[in-house]
């Protein structure tokens, strides 16, 4: 089955090159960036800016291959790819949860953004701690790289 998306907007941020990037958005902290909502989807917006975070699911367009393993950069193992946050999954979706600092028309105003300039938007969903918030048992392979994250930056690896 064929499963098509079409972008709703466009990510701007101040990582214009994958190499060098925060990882995660806890390693983004305090980085600007905005989000421009193409103007047929701006009604969408109406009530959001009532959410101090939001969730953004983009498609990750300078990903070129997928790899069922891959070397994940909190690691040094091949893990399976989807047990990991890798760009190079079969189908090429990001996510993150970002401060939404206000709203001006179609554009949002974010902070604490990982994501590289130009990604195109596939979707927003208001971040709710009772619908999103989770106690964690386990954190699999993780688990040794807790607190690393905050400082760990892209490389190539996932061009």
Known sequence: MEISYRSIGTIRSPFEDIAGMPIQPSGAKGVE?????????????QDLEGFSHIILIFHFHKVTASNLQVTPFLDTMKRGVLATRSPKRPNPIGLSIVKLNHRADNILYVENIDILDGTPLLDIKPYVPEFDEQTVERLGWL???????KHKRSDDRFR
């Open 33 to 45: 960036g905005t989000i421009e909502i193409f103007p047929e989807f701006a009604d969408g917006l």
């Open 143 to 149: 688990e040794d790289a807790k607190g690393k994250v």
